[in-house]
């Protein structure tokens, strides 16, 4: 049976990456007798400005790509069908505020120590996405933490101080060198990279395709 080693570059305040996950866990299963997986997160920040209370987010958008709030509402609410569909809870989506998420991702990096990193990235997805959280307030992220098992004091603990941003930092350079400049992307066994939350079947081909290159080489 083969082995893949995906590494996912995102961010927590990134739907698409949210909804590129959901359907890559759907690729995976269907080739759960075929192949097993690694997935490892990696750091990616839409929003690097770690100061403000945030802006709401159709009117942040709208502002960003050039198009009026109503088309940024329009645009949320396929995203929200999308998601439905895949069993996400976007319900809230509209109702956010840009936030930073440096801290954020470094509770991921935390929780990979534990073998919880996926967890933690769906938790804070939910979050974000299903509740409109202020996901830059520490309160939240202990709160997500606890909620998947982990120790709210130890993630308390990591957020007060600095533990694991030189490791967020590193890893944003390394992927931004590396040729990632947009989310969600899917680099399969350190050679493919997938871009975009692409379907699953097409996903399952560009998997079948990194296994069958691992094979000869």
């Known amino acids: 049976m083969n082995h893949l080693t995906i590494d996912i570059v995102s961010d927590i305040a990134c739907p698409w990456c949210a909804i590129g996950y959901a359907r890559l866990a759907q690729a995976m299963e269907l080739l759960a007798d075929e192949m097993t997986f690694d997935v490892r997160w990696h750091a990616f920040e839409l929003n690097p400005d770690p100061t403000g209370d945030g802006q709401p987010i159709l009117e942040a958008l709208a502002r960003k790509y050039g198009r009026t709030p109503a088309e940024m509402e329009a645009a949320q609410a396929d995203m929200m069908g999308i998601a439905k569909g895949l069993g996400l809870n976007f319900s809230r989506m509209q109702e956010r505020y840009t936030r930073n998420t440096f801290d954020g991702h470094r509770l991921v990096k935390w929780a990979a120590e534990y073998g919880k990193q996926t967890d933690m990235k769906l938790a804070l997805f939910d979050a974000y996405f299903g509740h409109a959280d202020n996901i830059a307030d520490p309160a939240v992220l202990r709160s997500r933490a606890e909620s998947i098992g982990l120790d ?62 691992q094979g000869d080489s």
Do not use: C
Not at 165 to 181: C, F, I, L, N
């Open 152 to 213: 709210g004091s130890e993630a308390t603990e990591v957020l007060t101080s600095d533990r694991y941003g030189e490791a967020v930092r590193e890893d944003e350079a390394y992927w931004q060198q590396a040729g990632v400049s947009a989310v969600p992307a899917f680099v399969l066994n350190r050679r493919y990279m997938v871009p975009g939350a692409q379907e699953p079947d097409t996903l399952v081909q560009y998997l079948r395709k990194a296994a069958s290159a």
